[in-house]
């Protein structure tokens, strides 16, 4: 994983499924190696715990603080899904960053996903514009679609991510506002049962205020990948 992630040469990283202190995963801290392979700083937020010692949830891979951080757990009647909220400085300016994991309603799994994107969509309103919102949302475009559209982003469109060994379907999602999708990339990456997503990003505007601290909820040319799951 390391290696996949450092490949991609990202700003800004998200990751589901990831593990520390997990007998699966031989108990390694998966953000932290992840964030040395990218040369970035990890943020990790568990969603449950998984083992006697070990903790599940997603991450974010940040440039260097300060970071002003948030954190959102989705209504679930399954397993506890959440979502991480980052505001930080790319090239000198600053932008809002979400990783999450909806749920998953394959088989009688319980069809919480929409709902937890409504409810992630309703806390990111809060946060300063420009937004990238990254992560598999488990969800199709009829779902997400106009979700994003009533909130203002714009999806990047992109091939099929999943399953990672033959992809056929759109269940990684990036969305931005405030900023333009110049690029999408789908690297053939087999580090994970998804292929990454990677979009090239560039500012929609002219800087206004970027020496200026943002109005924060909370304080622990862009390029933002989504994935692989570790």
Same mark, same amino acid.
């Given at each position: 994983?390391?290696?996949?992630?450092?490949?991609?040469?990202?700003?800004?990283?998200? #990751?589901?499924?990831?593990?520390?202190?997990?007998?699966?995963?031989?108990?390694?801290?998966?953000?932290?190696?992840?964030?040395?392979?990218?040369?970035?700083?990890?943020?990790?937020?568990?969603?449950?715990?998984?083992?006697?010692?070990?903790?599940?949830?997603?991450?974010?891979?940040?440039?260097?603080?300060?970071? /002003?951080?948030?954190?959102?757990?989705?209504?679930?009647?399954? $397993?506890?899904?959440?979502?991480?909220?980052?505001?930080?400085?790319?090239?000198?300016?600053?932008?809002?960053?979400?990783?999450?994991?909806?749920?998953?309603?394959?088989?009688?799994?319980?069809?919480?996903?929409?709902?937890?994107?409504?409810? #992630?969509?309703?806390?990111?309103?809060?946060?300063?514009?420009?937004?990238?919102?990254?992560? /598999?949302?488990?969800?199709?475009?009829?779902?997400?679609?106009?979700?994003?559209?009533?909130?203002?982003?714009?999806?990047?469109?992109?091939?099929?991510?999943?399953?990672?060994?033959? =992809?056929?379907?759109?269940? /990684?999602?990036?969305?931005?506002?405030?900023?333009?999708?110049?690029?999408?990339?789908? =690297?053939?990456?087999?580090?994970?049962?998804? #292929?990454?997503?990677?979009?090239?990003?560039?500012?929609?505007? =002219?800087? $206004?205020?970027?020496?200026?601290?943002?109005?924060?909820?909370?304080?622990? $040319?862009?390029?933002?990948?989504?994935?692989?799951?570790?």
């Amino acid at each position: 994983m390391r290696r996949a992630v450092g490949s991609l040469g990202a700003d800004v990283v998200a #990751l589901q499924e990831v593990d520390r202190r997990v007998v699966r995963s031989w108990f390694r801290d998966q953000a932290a190696i992840a964030g040395r392979g990218a040369g970035l700083e990890h943020r990790f937020l568990p969603a449950r715990p998984l083992g006697p010692l070990g903790r599940y949830g997603v991450a974010l891979l940040l440039p260097p603080g300060p970071h /002003d951080l948030g954190t959102l757990a989705l209504h679930s009647i399954g $397993e506890p899904r959440v979502a991480l909220f980052a505001r930080c400085r790319v090239e000198g300016r600053w932008v809002t960053v979400v990783s999450t994991h909806l749920q998953n309603a394959a088989g009688d799994g319980p069809a919480d996903a929409p709902a937890q994107l409504d409810q #992630l969509l309703e806390e990111l309103s809060k946060w300063p514009t420009p937004w990238i919102l990254m992560g /598999d949302l488990n969800l199709r475009e009829d779902e997400v679609l106009p979700r994003f559209a009533a909130a203002g982003l714009e999806a990047v469109e992109s091939a099929p991510t999943f399953p990672a060994h033959d =992809p056929k379907v759109r269940i /990684d999602w990036i969305g931005v506002r405030g900023l333009t999708n110049d690029a999408v990339e789908v =690297p053939p990456l087999q580090a994970s049962d998804h #292929l990454p997503l990677v979009a090239d990003l560039s500012w929609a505007d =002219p800087p $206004e205020s970027s020496h200026q601290a943002p109005n924060l909820p909370m304080g622990e $040319e862009v390029r933002a990948r989504y994935g692989p799951d570790s």
